[in-house]
């Protein structure tokens, strides 16, 4: 069966870090690129960042661009997003995501909270 588990969500001062991370099972992980999400209270879920297959490519939104970073381990099955620089606004629900294929639809894990605030 398809899985993805995230961890690693808590409570952050702003300006601290918190390191995410997804862990896949049930499908051949290394042909489908992965993306973090994100769902704050009362707004629309937004897209956080995107990588590729191999890793070789990366996509960051506008707001969270040279603070956060994606990264994957083909051989282990994960996925992971490192925040830095974690700002209020950041606050939302982060939701892993296998995106789609030709062949196969997409799917998502059932995400981890994060919260910034003093």
């Known amino acids: 069966q398809v899985q993805l588990v995230e961890s690693g969500g808590g409570l952050v001062q702003p300006g601290g870090s918190l390191r995410l991370s997804c862990a896949a099972s049930?499908?051949?992980?290394?042909?489908?690129?992965m993306s973090w999400y994100r769902q704050a209270p009362g707004k629309e879920r937004e897209l956080v960042a995107r990588i590729s297959t191999s890793g070789g490519s990366t996509t960051y939104s506008d707001s969270v661009k040279g603070r956060f970073t994606i990264s994957r381990d083909n051989v282990k099955n994960t996925v992971h997003l490192q925040m830095n620089n974690l700002k209020p606004e950041d606050t939302a629900i982060y939701y892993c995501?296998?995106?789609?294929?030709?062949?196969?639809?997409?799917?998502w894990g059932q995400g981890t909270q994060v919260t910034v605030s003093s």
């Open positions: 995501k296998r995106d789609p294929t030709f062949v196969a639809e997409s799917y």
């Open positions: 049930g499908f051949a992980f290394s042909a489908y690129a």
